[in-house]
């Protein structure tokens, strides 16, 4: 059973540019869920898919979009970027959707610097 | 809406002392707690949760954390600490809503 991946681990933009960051799901699992996480502060919810369709959704802008695929992987796309889109970003996957209360499988982040 | 505390953004303890990371919740319908360790260039790793009946939770590594609803409180404690213990600790509430986190140092 492999544990959630996402990729790439390290990634530098300038603002302005388009990013895709991309996560792989735990093996039977069929949600997926997205966190920022910004220097020094707790991961803040980005938003969630379940099944190929967006299912929640935190206090950000449009210009963050995700994608899930049928193999419940997932995409996470943020367009014009800005300096303080600058943070970690965690992948989880769980079984089960919304206030479920299963445990969520963290992925080691993707950790992007945008200049 | 639901809303997560955690008292002290830094906490130090000596080994072999008691740990105690503070977490107080807000919400208006029963809730799910969850404690979860992230050590440096990781993700968050699930260290207990309180779901419903017993208020006593234990979790990995010798943790375990009171649901206390008269407190509004789900506190993270460890009889006692070791280095390895060292690591940030987020407090979280469905829809996982996470604290701002505690960093947890172990002083030898």
């Known amino acids: 059973e492999t544990g959630v991946t996402q990729s790439p681990t390290h990634l530098i933009k300038t603002r302005g540019q388009q990013v895709t960051l991309r996560c792989s799901s735990q093996s039977g699992h069929n949600t997926v869920s997205w966190y920022q996480q910004a220097l020094g502060q ?3 919810f980005i938003f969630q898919y379940y099944r190929e369709e967006e299912n929640g959704r935190g206090n950000f802008p449009p210009r963050f979009s995700g994608l899930q695929f049928p193999n419940y992987s997932s995409e996470l796309n943020v367009n014009a970027l800005e300096l303080d889109d600058s943070a970690l970003y965690l992948c989880a996957s769980s079984l089960g959707a919304g206030d479920s209360y299963n445990e969520q499988f963290f992925g080691p982040g993707t950790r992007l610097t945008v200049l | 809406a639901q809303s997560v505390t955690q008292l002290g953004s830094h906490v130090s303890v000596s080994e072999g002392a008691l740990v105690l990371l503070r977490c107080n919740y807000s919400s208006s319908v029963p809730p799910y707690l969850f404690w979860y360790v992230q050590y440096p260039n990781q993700g968050l790793q699930l260290l207990l949760k309180y779901t419903t009946g017993a208020t006593l939770v234990k979790g990995i590594n010798g ?38 986190g505690t960093r947890l140092h172990i002083l030898p």
């Open chain 2, 63 to 100: 943790f375990e954390a009171e649901f206390k609803k008269s407190e509004t409180s789900f506190h993270l404690t460890k009889p006692s600490a070791h280095m390895s213990d060292a690591a940030e600790y987020f407090c979280a509430v469905v829809k996982i809503i996470f604290g701002k």
């Open chain 1, 42 to 44: 707790g991961p803040q």
